[in-house]
């Protein structure tokens, strides 16, 4: 079976710091796979490189088989983005900034309007469809840029640290949200986090750590007899 995600020993420096250091891992249709890390541990070096801000100076990105470098459109066309900084208009309202989105994708029309109903419908979002950006709150910002992503019907969802300075009961929420997603609608959910309690024990984990892959596997084995946050603590000497 092809991967839905497939990273083959990317590598990437900036000038003689490297970031990212022979990472390889594949993820299948409908997993939520957790990228935890520290801070500086290169999740938003290896975003950027999933959706070729960055090219690594080595190893290759398949997305649907298509492959990042030799077939960018195809393989872009796939997968849907959650960046870490909010990029909304605030003074538009929801539905315009969904409208405008959809016209990037090239869909228009009534094809347009059934596809921005539906992702707002996904994130129980529907009733905001006419409030400003700039009158949502932070999680309802969030779930909108969420249900952005969706609106071409990607086969892989990238979050980066999407949760970032929301409440704990919003980042729950939209935390299971994403997971209902992955399971009910066999999407592949790359979600990178420095925080485990947004991680489940039957959630795929990819720790990295200095630009290294530290483990990868179900939560639930990876943290063993330990709590998660101990075993995150120990691989990467953040108790120390």
């Not at 250091?21 to 957790?34: P, T, V, W, Y």
């Not at 649907?64 to 909304?88: C, M």
């Not at 840029?145 to 939209?174: N, W």
Request: hydrophobic share 40%; aromatic share 4%; glycine share 10%.
């Amino acid at each position: 079976m092809t991967a839905r995600l497939g990273v083959q020993g990317v590598t990437h420096s900036y000038g003689k710091k490297t970031a990212l250091n022979d990472i390889s891992f594949s993820l299948e249709k409908g997993m939520f796979c957790a990228l935890l890390g520290p801070n500086g541990a290169g999740k938003s070096t290896l975003f950027s490189i999933l959706t070729r801000l960055f090219v690594p100076d080595a190893g290759d990105i398949t997305i649907d088989g298509h492959s990042l470098a030799k077939e960018p459109r195809q393989a872009l066309a796939r997968i849907g983005v959650v960046f870490q900084q909010p990029t909304l208009d605030l003074d538009l309202s929801v539905w315009r900034n969904l409208k405008y989105f959809a016209a990037l994708h090239g869909l228009s029309g009534k094809d347009a309007d059934r596809r921005i109903r539906s992702a707002l419908e996904r994130l129980d979002m529907a009733e905001r469809v006419g409030e400003k950006v700039r009158a949502l709150n932070g999680g309802h910002r969030r779930r909108m840029e969420i249900a952005r992503a969706l609106i071409h019907d990607p086969d892989v969802l990238l979050l980066d640290e999407p949760t970032v300075g929301l409440d704990a009961a919003t980042r729950q929420s939209i935390t299971r949200h994403v997971h209902r997603m992955a399971k009910e609608q066999d999407l592949t959910v790359l979600w990178a986090t420095h925080l485990v309690d947004e991680i489940d024990d039957s959630d795929h984990l990819i720790v990295l750590h200095q630009g290294k892959v530290c483990a990868n596997g179900r939560a639930g084995e990876v943290a063993g007899t330990s709590s998660l946050q101990s075993r995150f603590l120990e691989m990467t000497g953040a108790g120390e």
